[in-house]
T-cell receptor, first 113, second 116 residues
Framework: DQQVKQNSPSLSVQEGRISILNCDYT??????FLWYKKYPAEGPTFLIS?????DKNEDGRFTVFLNKSAKHLSLHIVPSQPGDSAVYFC????????????FGEGTQLTVNP | EAQVTQNPRYLITVTGKKLTVTCSQN?????MSWYRQDPGLGLRQIYY???????DKGDVPEGYKVSRKEKRNFPLILESPSPNQTSLYFC???????????????FGPGTRLTVT
């Protein structure tokens, strides 16, 4: 029962263009969402988060959008840079789960120079 | 430097030979967790701990044990490893969220385990 799904295993974009990574969730108790970035041979690192009381959160080139009615969130990276090439994980938290995070499968982003 | 450390980074072992992967954090975090990463399945939680002597099962706890005797350490124990436990393992820690929301989790560098 995959409660957080990232349906695109991979995404390839040109440097300077926008990257859009998508994430869907099924558990209506989730009320806090995070994106992590992972480079090879390293652990995931936190990128950006959003609470369900907001529909958008922005941090530099990274913006996360939340559509609660559709149970969908997306991460926009503008402009994309080759150093953004990594696996991106969507994670969700909420209800009685305390600090527990439920992760999606991940999307491999490749930004081509 | 704030960090989560794991040892060993790489391990090749044989079926049934008990092993322990250590995890330590220096941020005084209450919450610690173990994940495994497998292709197409993302990060799945094995066990977690909300404080010393408080541990609970995650989504895939079978075949694993943990202990939390000290706040900084959270070792993962495989009593009798099997080939299906071949995976990439991550330890993580964070402050403990008592209400809505979650604090960002800090991850260790990972342990690549192969069980033959």
């Amino acid at each position: 029962d995959q409660q957080v799904k990232q349906n695109s295993p991979s995404l390839s974009v040109q440097e300077g263009r926008i990257s859009i990574l998508n994430c869907d969730y099924t558990n209506s108790m989730f009320d806090y969402f995070l994106w992590y970035k992972k480079y090879p041979a390293e652990g995931p690192t936190f990128l950006i988060s959003i609470s369900s009381i907001k529909d958008k959160n922005e941090d530099g080139r990274f913006t996360v959008f939340l559509n609660k009615s559709a149970k969908h969130l997306s991460l926009h990276i503008v402009p994309s840079q080759p150093g953004d090439s990594a696996v991106y994980f969507c994670a969700a938290n909420g209800g009685t789960s305390g600090s527990r995070l439920t992760f999606g499968e991940g999307t491999q982003l490749t930004v081509n120079p | 430097e704030a960090q989560v450390t794991q040892n060993p980074r790489y391990l090749i072992t044989v079926t049934g030979k008990k092993l322990t992967v250590t995890c330590s954090q220096n941020m005084n975090h209450e919450y610690m967790s173990w994940y495994r990463q497998d292709p197409g399945l993302g990060l799945r939680q094995i066990y977690y701990s909300m404080n010393v002597e408080v541990t609970d099962k995650g989504d895939v706890p079978e075949g694993y044990k943990v202990s939390r005797k000290e706040k900084r350490n959270f070792p993962l124990i495989l009593e009798s490893p099997s080939p299906n436990q071949t995976s990439l393992y991550f330890c993580a820690s964070s402050l403990l969220a008592l209400g809505t929301g979650a604090y960002e989790q800090y991850f260790g560098p990972g342990t690549r385990l192969t069980v033959t």
